[in-house]
């Protein structure tokens, strides 16, 4: 394309003095800036701050100092691409590329890589808290920042005719370096990556390890997930633990749970108006949502009680340990006020006092020493 352009500016400035060639192309280069500037893209900001939706108007807002800058420094590249410039002036053409065409392309190729990392780090500060599906857009910005800022240097680095194969062999062995030196932080950032697309959790989700610690999750970094536990303390786990740990997501498909309070009653109660009992009272709590209405089962028939469950749901995992505790202490007051009997396992212990022992066993001690002397006169 630069050869295609290069050519045509060639025949068209072919006899042109140097002075006024580089007059037209610099005037022609500012101009379409300003064009560009004053009624193309300030059209386009007053347009898309009227939308709905702000990804155009970062859009346009980012591109809009590369798409300038892209203007004004193409007629200083062009300058040194043609022959009736660069042969009327002090400069080599090597020398006109040095100071002029190399600089100005790496201005605008660092003008672009910028405007480029600002478009995806404000596309992720727009979404991050628009749904579970963003939660870890951070980790994503984080990783087009380093994607960005190495195809930089590799770009400017080729421009300006340096050998990047020994920097790609020393990155090679210094990423092996780094990988062995720093295993854990990128297992941890490659599981956080694999929660990600698994979806699951997300923040505010509340969960539960196989080690028995649960709490809310208020943060999902590169490295770990930070939960809330139920003590306000917050527990910091590494995302390769995560990864490799059984997760319960108590909050998930739905936030509401299903709560299940064992109750035991003794044999001989009228199952009817206890069951009818214990459902009015799980109705009548307001931390029991009322679909799927509360409902009782029988289990078991225990050693000591009928074994009973009351099934209810609550509307986040959070709550069930506080609808526990007042749906124990209704259904305590009410089975005592209906006299409803709550068994228990007993014991009966005999107490046998040291004197009775002996007189228990004295006829049989005089018996056996009866026998002995039947057995020595025998033996006589």
């Known amino acids: 394309m630069v050869e295609v352009v290069t050519s045509v500016l060639t025949r068209v400035f072919e006899g042109v003095p140097a002075w006024q060639a580089t007059l037209l192309l610099i ?19 007053r347009y898309t701050s009227r939308t709905k939706t702000e990804y155009d108007y970062i859009l346009v807002g980012e591109l809009r100092a590369p798409v300038v800058l892209t203007a004004a ?31 100005s392309l790496s201005v605008i190729i660092v003008a672009w890589a910028f405007a480029s990392n600002r478009i995806v780090n404000r596309f992720v500060e727009e979404v991050k ?32 005719e340096y050998s990047i194969s020994p920097l790609l062999g020393a990155a090679g062995v210094a990423g092996i370096a780094v990988g062995f ?3 854990d932080t990128v297992a941890n950032f490659f599981g956080g990556i694999a929660l990600y697309f698994d979806d699951t959790y997300k923040l505010g989700d509340y969960i539960e390890l196989d080690s028995g610690e649960a709490g809310t999750v208020v943060k999902v970094g590169v490295r770990s997930t930070t ?27 739905q936030r509401r ?51 009973y469950e009351l099934l209810c ?15 124990n202490r209704a259904i305590y007051t009410e089975l005592l006020a209906a006299e409803i009997e709550i068994p228990f396992p007993q014991r009966d212990v ?3 006092s040291e004197s009775s022992t002996e007189a228990d066993q004295s006829p049989q001690t005089s018996l056996l020493e009866d026998d002995s002397e039947k057995i020595a006169t025998r033996r006589q």
Do not use: C
């Open 27 to 45: 005037g022609a280069s500012v101009g379409l800036a300003v064009l560009l500037e004053v009624l193309v893209l300030r059209t386009l900001l």
């Open 73 to 103: 420094l193409t007629g200083v590249y062009l300058l040194t691409q043609l022959p009736s410039v660069s042969q009327n002036v002090l400069l080599t053409p090597a020398q006109l590329e040095t100071f002029f065409g190399k600089p």
């Open 129 to 160: 808290d628009k749904g579970s599906r963003f939660d870890f857009a951070p980790v994503f910005s984080n990783v087009w920042t380093l994607v960005v800022v190495i195809g930089t240097v590799g770009v400017l680095l080729s421009l300006w």
């Open 181 to 183: 030196a720093a295993r």
């Open 227 to 253: 939960l809330m536990m139920r003590d306000e303390v917050l527990v910091t786990v590494p995302n390769a633990s995560l990864n490799a740990a059984k997760v319960i997501n108590q909050s998930a498909p």
């Open 257 to 307: 749970r299903r709560l299940k309070v064992p109750i035991g009653v003794a044999y001989g109660t009228d199952i009817d108006v206890f069951e009818e009992l214990v459902t009015e009272l799980a109705v009548d709590e307001p931390l029991v949502l009322d679909s799927p209405k509360p409902r009782m089962r029988f289990r078991a028939f225990g050693d000591s009680a009928l074994e």
């Open 313 to 327: 749901w609550v509307g986040s995992p959070t709550r069930a340990n506080k609808t526990r505790h007042e749906l």
């Open 350 to 352: 005999r107490v046998v």
